[in-house]
């Protein structure tokens, strides 16, 4: 079946612009996270969504951040005011359920700010 | 709080060689681990996951790992190298016992020489 998708697989932006990405968990899967990979930094936990339950923020590193998912499905990723640090790879993640599943991963958005 | 460290950021061996890559991680609670590979400008997938059951966990392309719980370690090992597995591999550890944000290491790239 179809994986996890996101949109766009590349967005150059200027600095202080807002951006917004994708993305499309395996349907079914009620748990969707948000990731940031940067060099220097490893992968990075930045949201997670499980059902209709409050998302866990604790990862988000600034309030420039922010995430929402519509009907329980797609969910975006917001950035304000983008800086040059921004600049990474966002990679989002869906699980079937609570409890230990592994997480399938999309492959990517990279996010370049100029 | 649960960690994980792979004590090698860089492996070389050669095709047909066994391949070792070593993970400790750290957990308040019997952890649930896993190995991710990540090929050049593609998503994670998963390798292999070890969730309490058998210590001893095989997964795709012929990876293996043992759950060492006296050494706190995860090492991944494949018998004999093929100049595909060339990726960057990554020991992940679930952040809580619900298994919600996985913890990722900082990887190691795995080159394979012919």
């Known amino acids: 079946g179809a994986g996890v998708s996101q949109s766009p697989s590349n967005k150059v932006t200027e600095k202080g612009k807002d951006v917004e990405l994708r993305c499309d968990p395996i349907s079914g899967h009620t748990a969707l996270y948000w990731y940031r990979q940067s060099l220097g930094q490893g992968l990075e936990f930045l949201i997670y969504f499980q059902g209709n339950s409050a998302p866990d923020k604790s990862g988000l590193p600034s309030d420039r951040f922010s995430a929402e998912r519509t009907g329980g499905s797609v969910s975006t990723l917001t950035i304000q005011r983008t800086q040059q640090e921004d600049s990474a790879v966002y990679l989002c993640?869906?699980?079937?359920?609570?409890?230990?599943?592994?997480?399938?991963f999309g492959p990517g958005t990279r996010l370049t700010v100029t | 709080a649960q960690s994980v460290t792979q004590l090698d950021s860089h492996v070389s061996v050669s095709e047909g060689t066994p391949v070792l890559l070593r993970c400790n991680y750290s957990s308040s609670y019997s952890p649930s681990l896993f190995w991710y590979v990540q090929h050049p400008n593609k998503g994670l997938q998963l390798l292999l996951k070890y969730t309490s059951a058998a210590t001893l966990v095989k997964g795709i392309n012929g990876f293996e790992a043992e759950f060492k719980k006296s050494e706190t370690s995860f090492h991944l090992t494949k018998p004999s190298a093929h100049m595909s597995d060339a990726a960057e591999y990554f020991c992940?550890?679930?952040?809580?016992?619900?298994?919600?944000?996985?913890?990722f290491g900082k990887g190691t790239t795995l080159s394979v020489s012919s």
């Open positions: 992940v550890v679930s952040a809580s016992q619900a298994g919600t944000a996985l913890i």
């Open positions: 993640a869906s699980r079937r359920g609570q409890g230990i599943y592994e997480q399938y």
